[in-house]
């Protein structure tokens, strides 16, 4: 399996566009994870979903900020409009649903620059 | 309110000493403590883990140790290399829930 799957793996936008970010969980996998990483806040869970379900988007920082998951193979975490603070990495991560202490496997992120 | 804190921000080891890494937490609900190691550019990857009803956990290098009552779990290396040089981070589930919460990370660099 290739992994959890990112795309882009870079995005520069002006302030005020639209940004979609991407993923692609492992085949198979029940979770799919949104997770945001800055120097100032570390990793902080965004969203996460149970069979595309949305499960907790207590995360979600804003009303600007929306995710989706149409089918069980993928992901959307949209931003509109995009603000500077909003630059970070996102990483989308997904596990298997069965099994206490199931491993979450993480994409490469998307590394997102709004200027 | 950072949940589980971690200390420290940053530790540079000479290669072959011992890396250590703590963490601390308060919410009594969390029942599954992994480890992630996070290279530049690319996404945390799991390292080792444990759950609050085992003290300490060893695989090869790494060795977690956990204590409950105390509320705190560190991460051991021993013979740390260069090729540990990552970023680490503690993390804790919540009973019933599937989601993690991370420590702020710690930096690691050893020297040749």
């Known amino acids: 399996d290739a992994g959890v799957i990112q795309s882009p793996r870079h995005e520069v936008t002006e302030m005020g566009q639209e940004v979609t970010l991407r993923c692609k969980p492992i085949?198979?996998?029940?979770?799919l994870f949104w997770y945001r990483q800055t120097m100032m806040r570390g990793l902080e869970l965004l969203i996460y979903f149970n069979n595309n379900v949305p499960i907790d988007d207590s995360g979600m920082p804003e009303d600007r900020f929306s995710a989706k998951m149409p089918n069980a193979s993928f992901s959307t975490l949209k931003i509109q409009p995009s603000e500077p603070r909003d630059s970070a990495v996102y990483f989308c991560?997904?596990?298997?649903?069965?099994?206490?202490?199931?491993?979450?496997?993480f994409g490469q992120g998307t590394r997102l620059t709004v200027v | 309110q950072q949940q589980v804190k971690q200390s420290p921000q940053s530790l540079i080891v000479q290669k072959g000493g011992i890396s250590i890494i703590n963490c601390a937490y308060e919410?009594?609900?969390?029942?599954?403590f992994p480890w992630y190691q996070q290279f530049p550019g690319k996404g945390p990857a799991l390292l080792i883990a444990?759950?609050?009803?085992?003290s300490e956990k060893k695989e090869g290098r790494f060795t977690i140790s956990f204590n409950k009552s105390a509320k705190q779990f560190s991460l051991h290396i021993m013979d740390s290399q260069p090729g540990d040089s990552a970023t680490y981070f503690c993390?804790?589930?919540?009973?019933?829930?599937?989601?993690?919460?991370f420590g702020s990370g710690t930096r690691l660099q050893v020297q040749p």
């Open positions: 085949s198979g996998h029940d979770y």
């Open positions: 991560a997904s596990s298997l649903e069965y099994g206490v202490d199931t491993e979450a496997f």
């Open positions: 993390a804790a589930k919540k009973t019933g829930r599937r989601a993690l919460t």
């Open positions: 444990i759950r609050p009803d085992v």
């Open positions: 919410n009594t609900a969390f029942d599954y």
